[in-house]
């Protein structure tokens, strides 16, 4: 299985919370791709996107992502559907995609940081190991699996 440009998955969540009247913020963004890269790991054994993942301040982030959508600030990220294009994204991973996206879209993004934040988590690892900014890999995020987190 090739992996996914991270900004394609959020480009498809920014859509289907604009067809589900669902505002998403770039902070909530960022905590759900954690959450879409952890599952995919969990179930695959490997991320459902190639792109860096690190430990800032506020939990994991995708810098690409971030950046992409960091004109938004704090503001709901919106799709305008004239000039971006859905991409193409597999049937089983738009499955874990949406199953995620449905647990976690209703959630505060503060009580997302918190998830992210859980003790001894991939997150929290590398922070107390190495401070912000470094990146946490599949292999952190497979630890933190195997710890029952």
Avoid at 5 to 28: E, G, P, R
Avoid at 49 to 64: I, L, Q, S, T
Avoid at 121 to 130: E, R
Wanted: charged share 25%.
């Amino acid at each position: 299985m090739e992996k996914y440009n991270a900004i394609n998955i959020a480009k498809y969540i920014v859509k289907k919370c604009d067809d589900f009247n669902k505002n998403i913020t770039n902070l909530q963004m960022q905590k759900i791709l954690f959450f879409i890269q952890k599952e995919n790991i969990k179930k695959m054994g490997t991320g459902l996107f190639y792109n860096r993942m690190e430990a800032w301040k506020y939990g994991p982030v995708v810098p690409d992502v971030y950046y992409e959508y960091s004109g938004f600030g704090a503001l709901p990220i919106e799709f305008y559907d004239f000039f971006e294009e859905v991409p193409n994204i597999e049937i089983n991973d738009k499955a874990l995609i949406d199953n995620v996206l449905n647990v976690k879209i209703d959630k505060s993004p503060w009580n997302l940081v918190d998830e992210t934040h859980v003790k001894n988590g991939a997150w929290d690892y590398v922070t107390t190991n190495y401070g912000y900014n470094f990146p946490i890999s599949e292999s952190d995020i497979q630890n933190e699996i195997d710890k029952g987190l």
